[in-house]
């Protein structure tokens, strides 16, 4: 026979393991109206210390299968003086003009990168 000691503490931890809110949502490259990049742009670049020095050398749109839009690629990363520093890899996610999630700097790069190549592959894990 099985005695718990800690019938909270497993419960928690129950909790923690078996309920994700995350959903696996399918994914495919779109093209978008010239009005959605300008808006997507100005979203990413506005994360910058010089959003007018921000260039995207590359820029992807990809639909997802809940609705939402994914915007993957590179930039310039501008200091305060608008003197490019590098390119970052940045990753968006949005639904009818609203950012869901954003991540277009040094810190987040790894990530973006990583969530880029999911959505590339068709298919991304949301929150």
Not at 78 to 94: C, D, E, K, T
């Amino acid at each position: 026979m099985i005695t718990v000691r800690f019938p909270f503490a497993a419960a928690i931890c129950l909790v923690i393991i078996g309920c994700s809110d995350t959903t696996r949502v399918a994914t495919s490259q779109t093209t978008a109206a010239p009005d959605e990049v300008f808006w997507a742009k100005n979203q990413l670049a506005e994360q910058t210390a010089a959003p007018g020095a921000v260039r995207f050398p590359r820029f992807e749109v990809y639909a997802l299968s809940n609705g939402d839009r994914a915007y993957c690629g590179d930039m310039s990363l501008p200091n305060a003086a608008g003197h490019i520093l590098g390119s970052v890899p940045f990753y968006m996610r949005s639904r009818a003009g609203v950012v869901k999630s954003i991540e277009a700097d040094v810190s987040s790069a790894e990530f973006a990168r990583k969530t880029c190549a999911d959505v590339r592959k068709g298919s991304l894990r949301i929150g």
